[in-house]
């Protein structure tokens, strides 16, 4: 079993930054992929962030050039940087853990988080 903590959700206004972090419990998570999805009211769970074992992160589209994933892997804890926020950014944010490849589907993931409440005011 993995147990998996988000924190560092907020209020902010438009173009502000947070920080989200996804503490694991259970296992270590250093070998493997770790997601981060979000899901906004009355829309489908969408993919974020995967960071790789190795670190290297592969990001959507709509989130490249703001957001950083990075990854603690003497901490079992990943790290998700949003900068220069927007008001479409708002969502509920989740990490996701799988034993397997990196994935964008979060159907094909394992374990979730409890998720965080993240807002962007404009």
């Known amino acids: 079993q993995v147990q998996l903590v988000e924190s560092g959700g907020g209020l902010v206004q438009a173009g502000g930054s947070l920080r989200l972090s996804c503490a694991a419990s259970?296992?270590?998570?250093?070998?493997?992929?770790m997601g981060w999805f979000r899901q906004a009211p009355e829309k489908e769970r969408e993919f974020v962030a995967v960071?790789?074992?190795?670190?290297?992160?592969n990001y959507a589209d709509s989130v490249k050039g703001r957001f950083t994933g990075s990854r603690d892997n003497a901490k079992n804890t990943v790290y998700l940087q949003m900068d220069s926020l927007k008001p479409e950014d708002t969502a509920v944010y989740y990490c996701?853990?799988?034993?397997?490849?990196?994935?964008?589907?979060?159907?094909?993931?394992?374990?979730w988080g409890q998720g965080t409440q993240v807002t962007v005011s404009s």
């Open positions: 259970g296992r270590s998570v250093s070998s493997y992929a």
């Open positions: 960071i790789r074992g190795s670190g290297r992160t």
């Open positions: 996701a853990f799988r034993v397997g490849s990196n994935s964008y589907d979060p159907r094909e993931y394992d374990y």
